[in-house]
């Protein structure tokens, strides 16, 4: 059983940024797939970014260039730097680990799912 608790949510203004971690228990983290995704009110979960266990990754087209999805193997970490914050990335974000070490958009792939954290952009 894989825990996973992400941190790093808040209030912030349009244009800002903010910093979400994702941290996991285990001993296997280093071979998991991890990927940040996020619900909106009223709309279904979607992929924000993904990285395979060989640290490849993958961008939903509405972040890239402004997200950076990152993990640090040694501390069984994920982080989301997220940068021009829009009004639109306000949701509650999630962090999800895929056993199989791919990265991949597809949120039934993914074995071990967080509680989420909530981030709100004021315009």
């Known amino acids: 059983q894989v825990q996973l608790v992400e941190s790093g949510g808040g209030l912030v203004q349009a244009g800002g940024s903010l910093r979400l971690s994702c941290a996991a228990s285990g001993r296997a983290f280093s071979s998991y797939g991890m990927g940040w995704f996020r619900q909106a009110p009223g709309k279904v979960r979607e992929f924000v970014a993904g990285?395979?266990?060989?640290?490849?990754?993958n961008y939903a087209d509405s972040v890239k260039g402004r997200f950076t999805i990152s993990r640090d193997n040694a501390k069984n970490t994920v982080d989301l730097q997220m940068n021009n914050l829009k009004s639109e990335d306000t949701a509650i974000y999630y962090c999800?680990?895929?056993?199989?070490?791919?990265?991949?958009?597809?949120?039934?792939?993914?074995?071990?799912w967080g509680l989420g954290t909530p981030v709100t952009v004021s315009s």
């Open positions: 999800a680990a895929e056993t199989a070490g791919f990265v991949t958009r597809v949120a039934v792939a993914y074995d071990y």
């Open positions: 990285i395979s266990s060989g640290g490849s990754t």
